[in-house]
Every structure is written in structure tokens, then in C-alpha cells.
């Protein structure tokens, strides 16, 4: 009898590979599986696990499979059903400024445990792309916001107010904050700063900032340089603006320059940031000014630039980090009053700062 050839029995059709086209769905992992839908949402929930063994094996054979596939999860109807997105959104100034990329580490540290995620954002300290940031983010449903500053156009403070979830603002202290807020007042910081000059013996003290409207941050710096000024009876009129924030080493340079053209006598310059501090810095070692004895020159912020050069430079210095990790830990416990339909009253968290007198003074 002739021999016949022998048939593979029909397997059943594997799932098509994932591509840009077709990324990998829950019923692509039930067909591998070879379970329904309805057990993979489980098993991913944790509903399906249980104190049977053949239940708890079956779960782990689902997540590993997941693995494999390189499956995740869709958050959209789960959102939709939970009204949780798991989403934080977080808008900085900066990503290249490690005050801020601190501040937003911070954050997303005191978030880790809950499974909080941050959608972060960064506003290149123009309010206009703030607005259409928060605008793009609120689409996601983020349960909670935190932004940097309390300078915002009118229709992003609306669009704040309205959000319906948690907002904080974070590097100020603020007179109409919108919710809560975690900072310190950058205006009494500079002041304590020129106090302490004042007692070290300088009494023709300059500022050099960026232009007011650029930066909030920076012109509550100067208004907090010309208050003490006015206050210890000194000259408050020795002011140059450099340039739109961020202001940089080079503008520091540059300022340091035109300050002392301008004001010759000039005994001490205070920087709206540690940046153009070190640029001024740099600028009179080159010129041959000497620094402190020509000139002392102070920043602000505590960045590590500061500690880096010689002399190193007096500053106040921010826990920038710690900003981040108060708010995430302030959000935390906001977030939960409002799962349980509660509204957490608005609160201000201080955060200290403090003044480093170093050889540049």
C-alpha cells in the first residue's frame, strides 16, 4: 500500500506581527495564550489572580507572554471607565537648567510608589507656549498639574481653574495662587542677599537681569535688590536688564562690562542667576579685575557652575529638588481626596533657602 502523507493538524492562526500599522492588541495576547480577552484584562488588572495555583500560573503565562509580545496596555477606555488616568502633567522653564530638571526629578521621585506618571512639559519661559502646552496636556485627563511660577496668560489661568483637578505652583510664593503652591519668595531672597553685602561693606551694589517681562522669577529678584536697596538708604537705580530669560554666561559678560561703564564706582553686582554671574566672573578675570577686591559678584540658585570656579561664587542656593519632592508628596495626598470626592484645602508649602557667602564676595 502506496505510503501516504502524513497531514499536520491545523493550528490555530498566530497573531501578525506587531509593525507601525498594527501594534500588538489584547486579542493578539488571548490568541497566543489561547484564552478570551476578557481573562488577559483580568490577569493584567490583577482580578485574575487568585490563591489557586493553575489561576495564579495562568496569570504569570499571560504576563510573560506580554512580555514577549512587547504588549501595553491601552489606557484610554480604561480612563474613560475609572475617570484615573494615572497621568501627572508637570510644565518647567527649562530642560537644560539643572534647577529644573531637578525640581521635575524631585517630582517624579515622590510619585514613583504610587504608579503616578509624569507628562512633562517645558515652556522655554514664555507664557504663550505654557497656554498651548496645558492646553495639549488637559486632552490627556491628567489627574493633577503642577507648574513652575504664578505668571500665566489669562486664558491659562482659566484654563488652570477650570481643569477640575489639583494645580500647584511651584518657585514662588504667590499673592492670588490659583490652588496650592511650593516655594519660597524670590524677592526676599535677593533682599536677604543684598543685606548681607551691606554688612560685608559694600554699599554700591548693581543688579544685573534679564528683561522684566521675560521672566517672572527674575523680576521679583530685582524688585526684592531694589526694596533692600531702598531700605539700607543705597542707590536703587543701578539696574541693567541683558537680555530675554534664560540670561546666559555670555550675557554676563557682556553686563559686567556696561555696568562698569556705566557706574564706574561700582562695588558689588548682583546676578539674577548663578549663569551670568560666572560669566561676569570669567569677563573680569580677563580684563584683569580682580574679584572680590575690584569687584564682588554674587548669583543666585546654588548651581554647580558656582562651586567650579575660583573663586567660587556667594549665591543663594535653592533646594531645588526638594521643591519637587514637596509638591509630588503635596499632589499625592490631593489626588487621593479627590478619588474620594473630596477637595483638599489650598495650601503653601515653604521651602527654605539659604545665603552662601564665598570667596567672590
Not at 488652570?160 to 531672597?189: C, M, Q, R, Y
Request: net charge positive; aromatic share 4%; charged share 20%.
Amino acid at each position: 500500500m502506496p505510503n501516504r502523507p502524513q497531514r499536520t493538524p491545523p493550528s490555530s492562526p498566530k497573531p501578525p506581527p506587531a509593525s507601525p500599522t498594527h501594534p500588538v492588541t489584547m486579542a493578539d495576547v488571548a490568541a497566543r495564550v489561547g484564552v478570551s480577552k476578557m481573562t488577559v484584562s483580568r490577569a493584567l488588572s490583577h482580578a485574575g489572580a487568585s490563591s489557586r495555583a493553575t489561576s495564579q500560573a495562568l496569570r504569570q503565562r499571560i504576563l510573560q507572554t506580554c512580555d514577549e509580545m512587547g504588549y501595553v496596555i491601552d489606557q484610554t477606555a480604561r480612563t474613560f471607565s475609572t475617570k484615573r488616568s494615572g497621568i501627572v502633567a508637570a510644565l518647567i522653564p527649562a530642560l537644560n537648567n539643572s534647577n529644573f530638571s531637578d525640581t521635575a526629578h524631585g517630582l517624579t521621585a515622590a510619585l514613583e510608589a504610587s504608579g503616578l506618571q509624569v507628562l512633562l512639559g517645558y515652556t522655554d519661559y514664555d507664557i504663550h507656549a505654557e497656554e498651548r502646552l496645558l492646553r495639549a496636556m488637559l486632552t490627556r485627563r491628567p489627574e493633577g498639574l503642577v507648574v513652575a511660577g504664578g505668571s500665566h496668560t489669562p486664558a491659562a489661568r482659566e484654563l488652570l481653574k477650570a481643569a477640575g483637578v489639583p494645580v500647584i505652583e511651584t518657585w514662588d510664593l504667590l499673592n492670588d495662587p490659583i490652588e496650592h503652591t511650593v516655594g519660597f519668595s524670590n524677592a526676599d531672597a535677593v533682599a536677604d542677599l543684598v543685606r548681607q553685602l551691606h554688612a560685608k561693606g559694600y554699599r554700591r551694589i548693581a543688579f544685573l537681569g534679564g528683561m522684566p517681562a521675560s521672566d517672572a522669577r527674575g523680576a521679583d529678584r530685582r524688585r526684592g535688590w531694589e526694596q533692600a536697596m531702598r531700605d539700607l538708604r543705597l542707590d536703587p537705580t543701578r539696574a541693567l536688564s541683558v537680555g530675554a530669560a534664560p540670561v546666559s554666561m555670555a550675557h554676563g559678560a557682556q553686563g559686567v562690562a556696561q555696568v562698569l561703564q556705566r557706574w564706574p564706582d561700582t562695588d558689588a553686582l548682583v546676578c539674577v542667576s548663578d549663569h551670568p554671574a560666572f560669566g561676569a566672573l570669567a569677563e573680569c578675570q580677563r580684563r584683569g579685575w580682580a574679584v572680590p577686591e575690584r569687584l564682588a559678584i554674587a548669583g543666585f540658585g546654588g548651581f554647580e557652575v558656582g562651586t567650579a570656579c575660583h573663586p567660587q561664587l556667594t549665591t543663594v542656593a535653592v533646594d531645588c529638588t526638594g521643591i519637587g519632592r514637596a509638591a509630588g508628596e503635596l499632589l499625592l495626598r490631593a489626588i487621593a481626596a479627590a478619588r474620594s470626592g473630596r477637595r483638599l484645602p489650598p495650601e503653601t508649602v515653604m521651602i527654605p533657602y539659604r545665603i552662601e557667602l564665598r570667596g567672590s564676595t
